[in-house]
């Protein structure tokens, strides 16, 4: 019995040293290897299946007074790993004008347009940003009932209440002997917080090369090995490069703006990314500053286990509410930030 009492006052010392080491690793190595870089994606939930164990048996061998461990596990693994956000009261300004925008993956719009026209209805947004259309056509007619502003460009669509001053649909970038899509588009809108400068985007999705690592399924890989032999590493690693190099070039031309800047969409970068901390981090995270909860919004066609559709904004905005949507009309869940001048 004293031996066990010692085993399990080990394993509840390794345990939060352990979830630390986690949170690190996909903080600061992230997309820089490709092990990492899976792990991004993964629900980190399951990282939570040791704590109940550790608890009971830190009650059952008398070690109620190492209970402590097991809360700074709990922490590490709500905040830096999970993505909690707690909520801090945001009040909107009574006289001041607000401008609310919604951005939307709608995954070419599988459950039909009709059901997406139906969620954006709900929150009746003054700009609707969506990403990955394929039935532009058909969105743009149904969106014109509402908006007197419709724009496609290739995935992308933006309907407005306000005037389009212009439009930059960018170039594209060299990479790997390629050019290849930024995949952004900026809008300068005339609205009732002055100009504002709007980017929709959406930087490359690792899902397609994932799908390399699956090989001949998941188990059959991980029982044979293969999928220990990072041969699908390089793939995963060029995914991320040009993933990376969109989301740079966004920042970088956001930072060129003289306007208030908001940048919206699905952004394909989990909370803990490097590459989202290197390049976003100067922008004010709309849920972070007026979100509660986790805000996942994808897979919507599962539980939600990540936050990667946001909304940020520059200082001189400020964020009074956000909403993460409910809808099963896509494998996303909307995002809906309501935005006032900051002074």
């Known amino acids: 019995m004293k031996w066990v009492r010692r085993g399990v006052a080990g394993a509840a010392l390794i345990y939060p040293v352990f979830l630390l080491g986690a949170a690190a690793a996909l903080r600061f190595v ?17 990282l939570a299946a040791p704590l109940p164990l550790a608890v009971a048996g830190l009650v059952v061998c008398g070690r109620a ?17 999970m993505g909690l956000v707690v909520p801090v ?35 009746s947004p003054d700009v609707v940003f969506l990403q990955e259309i394929a039935q532009g056509d058909e969105l743009k007619r149904v969106l014109r009932s509402r908006y007197p502003t419709v724009d496609v460009s ?14 930059v649909d960018p170039e594209r970038l060299p990479f790997e002997g390629r050019e290849r899509s930024p995949r952004f588009v900026e809008y300068v809108m005339d609205t009732p917080i002055g100009r504002v400068a709007l980017y929709n ?7 397609e090369d994932f ?22 590493g390089p793939r995963i690693l060029a995914n991320a490069g040009l993933r990376e190099l969109q989301v740079r070039a966004i920042a970088e031309a956001a930072g060129r703006d003289h306007d208030p800047v908001v940048i919206a969409g699905d952004t394909n970068l ?3 990314s490097p590459v989202l901390a290197r390049y976003l981090s100067r922008f004010r995270d709309g849920f972070v500053e007026a979100g509660s909860g986790f805000g996942y919004t994808y897979p919507n066609d599962r539980r939600p286990w990540m936050r990667i559709d946001r909304i940020f904004a520059t200082d001189d905005l400020r964020f009074v509410r956000f909403q993460v949507g409910t809808s099963v009309a896509s494998d996303h869940l909307c995002v809906v930030a309501d935005l006032q001048r900051a002074r």
């Not at 007074?65 to 790993?81: R, Y």
């Not at 290739?154 to 439009?167: D, H, K, N, P, V």
């Not at 985007?201 to 899902?207: C, D, K, T």
């Not at 799908?211 to 999928?227: F, T």
């Open 30 to 46: 992230g997309e820089g290897w490709w092990v990492t870089a899976v792990a991004l994606y993964l629900p980190r939930i399951a």
């Open 65 to 81: 007074g190492w209970l402590w461990t097991q809360s700074i596990s709990a922490l590490v693994l709500l905040f830096p790993l």
């Open 89 to 123: 009261p945001r009040l909107a300004r009574d006289n001041a004008p607000t401008i609310r925008l919604l951005s939307y993956n709608i995954n070419s719009a599988m459950s039909g347009v009709g059901k997406i026209a139906e969620e954006v209805e709900r929150y």
């Open 154 to 167: 290739g995935q992308f669509l933006a309907a407005t209440r306000y005037t389009i001053e212009s439009m």
């Open 201 to 207: 985007v959406h930087p490359l999705s690792p899902r």
């Open 211 to 232: 799908y390399v690592l699956r090989g001949r399924g998941l188990r059959s890989e991980i029982l044979s090995g293969r999928i220990f032999s990072g041969a699908a």
């Open 270 to 272: 989990p909370d803990p």
